[in-house]
């Protein structure tokens, strides 16, 4: 029995019948690699952790006897920036650990109201209860993005210094406000 010796066309064309498996293999090992990393996947970094606050002043939310967005409220305060809106779920499920936080004395507590109708807004805070010490209005979500927002609910940790802290992406549970939260408040707090 004779063998042919294989034309470099058959091997080319062996090689690209294989490619697809081996991008497929590929890309296997890069999501298992992930899956294994340990890291939580809900977890969104910010590049604006230790970068000063963004300087955007906003109106007060109209009918509510409240103070709009003023950055100079952020000065030598500890201020959490909560960004809601009343068309958001997840922001009636966080309420009531922002009702909670808003009786810690060490706490000024900032809404930021991205997108809403000022009536849904009012209506939303006299169902709930009212939190912010003031709420700006973000009709546009131009402050939205210049806060680095992914999507409401957001909250932000501003120090003393005036920079961000801390960031928390989506609404806040209990294990988060008694762990990650109440840490980062008691560091802000006692940083001069």
Known sequence: MTTTPETPAGTRRRWLALLPLFVFLALAGVFAAQLLSGRDSSVV????????????????????????????????????????ASW???????????????????????????????ENA???????????????????GRAAIDWGVYGVPETFLVGKDGKIAWKQVGPFTAEIVAGALKAEIEKAAAAQ
């Not at 009012?122 to 546009?140: Q, T």
């Open 45 to 84: 970094p910010s590049a604006l952790i230790g970068a000063q606050a963004p300087q955007i002043a906003l109106p007060p939310l109209e009918g509510v006897a409240l103070p709009g967005l003023d950055p100079a409220q952020f000065a030598g305060k500890v201020t959490l920036v909560n960004v809601w």
């Open 88 to 118: 958001c779920g997840p922001c009636r499920q966080e309420h009531p650990f922002l009702m909670q936080l808003a009786k810690d004395e060490r706490l000024t507590i900032v809404g930021l109201n991205y997108k809403d109708r000022p």
């Open 122 to 140: 009012r209506r939303f805070l006299g169902d709930l209860g009212n939190p912010y010490d003031a709420i700006g209005v973000d009709d546009s």
